[in-house]
């Protein structure tokens, strides 16, 4: 069952599960845009965005391939806010700040954080201890890069818990991939919209520390985040 945040005539908010492709990988049907195909009552639907398998959260399908090219047009000028929550075991380099750089492809499907900045990737995050040697990380990509958050933190010493690509030895091993797609925020006809959808699963996500620490991120749009 497909979970919706919300229903516009426009597009749907929905919830996407950890541990699930976003596209048919192996079985025909088992993706998770083809299961919300099946299963929302629209005549057609568009894929504007995607999440890796292992992030949960928050996903735009479009209605229409006019709202579908609306939604490129947003996301390739940066007019969509997206914020992410993710969970460390290890002590970062800093504990808030921007992770800048150039990205380049690595060894086995991973990329790498360089120190160009020619057209740089570019993250801003806050963190908070949970407890038991973990943080807690609420995050604002300000570009769309392939893995960014992934490799943001690993650039900072601290891979997200349960990432296999990036997080070694302990820390691949976990109930889940600790990334997930919390809010967003964009301009659809001239209203703004915001949409949230907490962790739903995740033994450190569900927490009590980790839930108390998402009440003061419940608006993340009005933090001090740094100047760009």
């Known amino acids: 069952m497909i979970q919706v945040i919300a229903e516009h005539p ?11 492709n976003f596209h048919d990988e192996g079985e025909l049907g088992q993706g998770f845009f083809n299961q919300a195909k099946e299963s929302l009552p629209s005549d057609e639907l568009y894929p504007v965005h995607r999440l890796d398998k292992m992030t949960s959260g928050l996903v735009i399908l479009a209605k229409s391939k006019a709202s579908a090219s609306s939604f490129q047009t947003l996301f390739s000028s940066h007019q969509i806010n ?11 380099k800093k504990k808030q700040g921007t992770i800048k750089g ?4 690595s060894r086995r499907g991973t990329y790498k954080l360089l120190r160009t900045l020619e057209n740089p990737a570019i993250t801003q995050f806050f963190s908070q201890s949970i407890g038991q040697g973990q943080r807690l990380y609420l995050l604002r990509p300000l570009s769309g890069k392939t893995h960014q958050i992934r490799v943001a933190l690993s650039s900072i010493g601290a891979p997200i818990l349960g990432d ?13 991939g600790y990334l997930h797609a ?6 659809w006809n001239g209203e703004l919209k915001h949409y949230m959808c907490p962790p739903t699963s995740g033994i450190h996500f ?4 980790s839930l108390e620490q998402l009440n003061v991120w419940q608006h993340p749009s009005q933090l001090p985040w740094p100047k760009t």
């Open 182 to 187: 919390y809010q967003l925020c964009f301009e």
């Open 82 to 92: 997206k914020f992410y929550l993710a969970v460390s075991s290890q002590k970062p």
């Open 164 to 176: 296999n690509h990036y997080a070694k030895g302990a820390d691949k091993d976990s109930d889940r």
């Open 206 to 209: 569900l927490r009590d520390k």
């Open 10 to 20: 426009d597009f749907y908010i929905v919830n996407k599960p950890a541990d699930v």
């Open 102 to 105: 150039d990205m380049a492809k």
